[in-house]
């Protein structure tokens, strides 16, 4: 037998473009069936692997055009600050 299991989410009260959004999907779905489909989307992705090649990929075109030295503290890992470089180059 399965349970049904509840989460709460708050928005903060700077969110209003978000509860805007909320309010008129609701009309056409149910805000819960919203949710879980956006997690199934998230868990088809897999945003976060997606994102770790693109950092690999992007740090070793850069490496191969001499553009970017890799520091020998981090070793093989990217920096936080390598990431977000990257991603405000796109």
Same mark, same amino acid.
């Given at each position: 037998?399965?349970?049904?299991? /509840?989460?709460?989410? #708050? @928005?903060?009260?700077?969110?209003?473009? &978000?509860?805007?959004?909320?309010?008129? !999907? /609701?009309?056409?779905? #149910? @805000?819960?069936?919203?949710?879980?489909? &956006?997690?199934?989307?998230?868990?088809? !992705?897999?945003?976060?692997?997606?994102?770790?090649?693109?950092?690999?990929?992007?740090?070793?075109?850069?490496?191969?055009?001499?553009?970017?030295?890799?520091?020998?503290?981090?070793?093989?890992?990217?920096?936080?600050?390598?990431?977000?470089?990257?991603?405000?180059?796109?």
């Amino acid at each position: 037998m399965s349970k049904q299991i /509840k989460y709460t989410i #708050s @928005f903060l009260p700077t969110d209003e473009d &978000l509860l805007q959004f909320i309010s008129a !999907k /609701k009309k056409a779905q #149910s @805000f819960s069936s919203y949710v879980r489909e &956006l997690i199934r989307r998230d868990m088809e !992705k897999h945003e976060l692997q997606d994102m770790e090649y693109i950092y690999e990929y992007v740090v070793t075109k850069l490496m191969e055009n001499g553009l970017f030295s890799q520091s020998t503290e981090s070793n093989d890992s990217i920096s936080d600050i390598d990431k977000e470089t990257i991603m405000n180059l796109f």
